[in-house]
């Protein structure tokens, strides 16, 4: 199916269904991912628990578990004392309007899609886990009939 001497690449779509990028994985590498980067998988594993604590809130025992974590808050929050302090307050203070305006420097977006400092050549293709190059071959090409 392969080259002679060239590494067998596996193609994988990513499962996060905000991404959904084409990446090749080399034999070695290929542990069954299914998400292309770190940040992929962390977005798809969050939306899968907050789907699955919503489904858990909608049955009786999630309603009857929620009712139990709202009334030990509530008495938590009882428990604080809140008397005033025997401190007088701070004078009150203005600031300019450019001093009330912080701007922060625009950090670019980190990129996951890159793994080697070069593009892939016209039908090479790079592992996204350790960087190796190599060919990838189709294993369904299109037949004319």
């Not at 977005?43 to 699955?52: I, M, S, T, V």
């Not at 060919?135 to 037949?143: A, E, I, S």
Request: proline residues 8%.
């Amino acid at each position: 199916m392969s080259d002679r001497g060239s590494l067998v690449f596996r193609q994988r779509v990513c499962h996060w269904s905000a991404c959904g990028t084409i990446f090749y994985l080399c034999r070695r590498c290929d542990r069954g991912q299914r998400y292309c980067s770190p940040h992929c998988r962390q977005k798809a594993l969050r939306l899968q628990r907050r789907q699955a604590n919503r489904r858990h809130q909608q049955t009786p025992e999630g309603r009857e578990d929620h009712r139990d974590r709202q009334r030990d808050y509530r008495q938590r929050q009882r428990a604080r004392v809140t008397d005033k302090s025997s401190q007088p307050p701070a004078a009150s203070a203005s600031l300019t309007e450019r001093a009330a305006i912080a701007v922060l420097p625009a950090s670019p977006a980190p990129s996951f899609r890159r793994v080697s400092g070069r593009p892939p050549q016209r039908g090479w293709v790079v592992c996204q886990i350790c960087g190796r190059r190599g060919r990838w071959v189709d294993p369904f090409p299109h037949r004319r009939r």
